[in-house]
């Protein structure tokens, strides 16, 4: 086994690994709503990612499903009510 055969076998398992431990993303509601300073409309989705749950807008849920993790967004859980 040469270097180049082994680096190729190392970046196949590498990317196999990234592919398996991709993470379930779960849409629990969408709320449609307009600024009061501009009367853009927006939108806030409630998402379930493993097992917790965060309330995010468009842009950050594009960045889930592209792979990001709630984590490198710097997302906090929304807090369930008593």
Not at 39 to 53: C, F, N, R, S, Y
Not at 64 to 70: F, M, V
Request: glycine share 4%; proline share 4%.
């Amino acid at each position: 086994m040469n270097a180049l055969s082994r680096t190729t076998l190392d970046l196949t398992s590498t990317l196999v690994g990234i592919a398996t431990q991709q993470q379930r993303i779960h849409v629990c509601s969408r709320r449609f709503y307009s600024s009061d300073l501009s009367g853009k409309p927006m939108q806030a989705i409630t998402v379930l990612v493993d097992g917790e749950v965060y309330e995010v807008d468009q842009r950050d849920y594009e960045r889930l499903l592209a792979g990001w993790t709630p984590d490198e967004l710097e997302l906090s859980p929304v807090e369930e009510d008593a």
